[in-house]
């Protein structure tokens, strides 16, 4: 086929030669042309295979870097966190080998790289080429690929990303007595209302919540205050980088209005004086395992960030490629790459929390990667009134660890939606959050404690410390509880049973356990009352039974903190109540 002249089509043919758009015989021509056209084109995209892949190196190239100058490799806020817990810079902080990178594209030069992970030493790529693992492993520097997402049609890949970096000053400006509106049960049901009245809301707290989109976050009530004072610090998509998360999935916002809703009076979040970071790693247009490691790379540009907090309400255990899956056996923290990234997550000085999953009532039952993980938090779901919800899934783990970690409310858990509304929902997916900001707060009250021992603390705290169970774990986070466990000294000369650090009724008891006998003397008062009163006590060897007298609290307060201090020698042990 070729143009004439006139620069119109010509088709030639033994029987027929047509020179007219306008001729019968050459529109059924024309249709039989544009039909080999398309089966021709049907044909190359049924020769294409669009997938993604996880290719792990062997090794790094150590060369070019050294533990002695992580300023090469490592940005200030990783660093400073380092330095603070003391964790030391290893060739795990290294970045991926940019000549192993090459390595694989000169192989496949058609190959997209996706995201990278250092702890795992392996990247994410894109491919058409359904001869892309056979190339790969050849290759002298590849260790293992895996094929981790499978598409029906070519992706394109824009160059711009669409981010959102705010380096202005944030404005605290959030008072301590809060009117939580809906939300006030579902904050107060953890004690972390005292927490706020405390002076604990989350500032400075570098929060990350990791998700699938953020859908009018930056446009609803819910949030307008966090972007007006700053508090909203990044903004990143890795899912599909030239799109605003802003605009794509509303998961995440119910998620999100959970810590940060400020709108007193109708709806206030767990911790909405928190630094905020919101990265999209899932695809809600599919389900793969390629999502398992753009959330390893969410949790690493956390680290990259410095950032204290990282929560995600986001698990995998079934995906669209039935050929994949996670039985039961997989869930030993060993398995998943998100939940190893978890773990090694802890231990560069990041608390991890997860939602545990609503599996409860599935075939599946139990909680899912990367709630698996040894060291985050996972979190189950209950109502307002301490109910379990019964779609939040069990524990334990298959090693025989004991999961959730804690609950919050998830059970209609009041949230902020996309269309300015606030309205109750039901998941873990909002427990996690509640949780997440909770954390926060007790985080901010002791900034040097490690993710371990704020995790310990919580755990201990727990309504079911002494005897967990697997269908909520350590049970309801009682977080005035873990405050007062982390503001005791590291001794066990006396042990003190405290059920409760609220005191409602006229009276507060407990009881002091004592190695030896032991000498002490209990001050203790309102906060509100400049004297303190004085008691002395011998501690034998059982438990001693401490009452302490009436108390009332001022005329016209509704609250006031009741401290107590037990002295024996030198040693302080300081108890913070809430009077009610």
């Known amino acids: 086929m070729k143009k004439n002249a006139n620069n119109k089509f010509e088709v030639t043919s033994d029987k027929l030669q047509v020179n007219s758009l306008k001729s019968l015989d050459f529109k059924y021509l024309y249709m039989i042309f544009l039909n080999f056209i398309l089966l021709f084109c049907f044909s190359e995209a049924f020769g294409q295979s669009p997938a993604k892949y996880w290719v792990q190196f062997t090794h790094k190239e150590t060369a070019n870097y050294s533990v002695k100058k992580p300023e090469e490799f490592l940005s200030p806020p990783a660093i400073e966190k380092r330095l603070k817990f003391n964790i030391p810079v290893t060739e795990q902080d290294f970045p991926v080998s940019r000549s192993h990178i090459a390595a694989v594209q000169l192989l496949d030069p058609t190959a997209i790289l996706l995201a990278t992970s250092k702890w795992h030493n392996g990247a994410t790529f894109y491919s058409d080429n359904p001869d892309f693992i056979t190339l790969i492993k050849g290759c002298e520097v590849v260790k293992y690929v895996e094929k981790t997402y499978i598409g029906k049609e070519p992706e394109l890949f824009p160059n711009e990303n669409v981010n959102y970096f705010n380096n202005n000053t944030p404005v605290v400006a959030i008072p301590n007595d809060l009117d939580y509106g809906y939300g006030t049960k579902q904050i107060r049901i953890n004690n972390v209302h005292w927490l706020h009245r405390l002076g604990y809301k989350g500032e400075g707290i570098k929060l990350q919540v990791q998700d ?64 905020f970071y919101l990265v999209q790693t899932e695809d809600a247009r599919t389900e793969f395992v390629v999502e398992e490691d753009y959330w390893v790379s969410g949790i690493e540009f956390a680290d990259s960030l410095g950032i204290d907090i990282h929560t995600s309400s986001l698990g995998y255990s079934t995906f669209d490629d039935s050929t994949y899956y996670r039985a039961y056996e997989c869930l030993d923290g060993k398995t998943s ?58 524990g334990p783990t298959f090693d025989g660890r004991v999961k959730p970690d804690g609950a919050a409310v998830g059970w209609m858990t009041f949230v902020g939606l996309p269309n ?161």
């Open 212 to 275: 699938g989109g953020f859908n009018n976050s930056d446009s609803i009530r819910h949030f307008q205050s966090q972007f007006e004072d700053n508090r909203v610090r990044v903004v990143k998509n890795f899912v599909q980088p030239e799109k605003s998360t802003f605009r794509d999935g509303s998961h995440g916002t119910g998620v999100w209005s959970c810590i940060a809703a400020y709108i007193p009076g109708e709806l206030v979040g767990s911790a909405p004086a928190c630094l």
């Open 420 to 580: 300015n509304k606030t309205l109750p929902g039901n998941g873990t997916s909002y427990s996690a959050p509640l949780f997440a900001g909770m954390v926060a707060c007790l985080k901010q009250a002791f900034p040097d404690r490690t993710p371990y021992e704020i995790a310990d603390a919580i755990r201990k705290s727990g309504s079911q410390y002494i005897n967990p169970d697997t269908a909520l774990g350590y049970g309801i986070t009682d977080f005035l509880k873990a405050y007062n466990i982390l503001a005791l000294p590291d001794t066990d000369n006396l042990c003190f049973d405290i059920s409760s650090f609220v005191i409602t009724a006229a009276k507060t008891s407990f009881l002091i356990h004592a190695k030896d006998n032991a000498k002490v003397i209990i001050h203790y008062g309102l906060r509100s009352d400049a004297k303190m009163k004085t008691k002395k006590l011998n501690i034998a060897k059982e438990a001693t039974f401490v009452q302490l007298p009436v108390l009332k609290l001022p005329k016209g307060k509704k609250y006031d903190f009741f401290d107590v201090t037990v002295y024996e020698g030198e040693t302080e042990y300081k108890f913070v109540f809430g009077r009610e």
């Open 337 to 394: 790459r998100a939940s190893l990234a978890a773990d090694i997550a802890v231990s560069k000085g990041m608390i991890v929390i997860n939602s545990a999953g609503n599996a409860g009532r599935d075939a599946w039952h139990y909680v899912s990667c990367p709630s698996d993980a040894k060291d985050i938090l996972t979190v189950g779901a209950i109502n307002n009134e301490g109910t379990r919800a019964s779609f939040s899934s069990f």
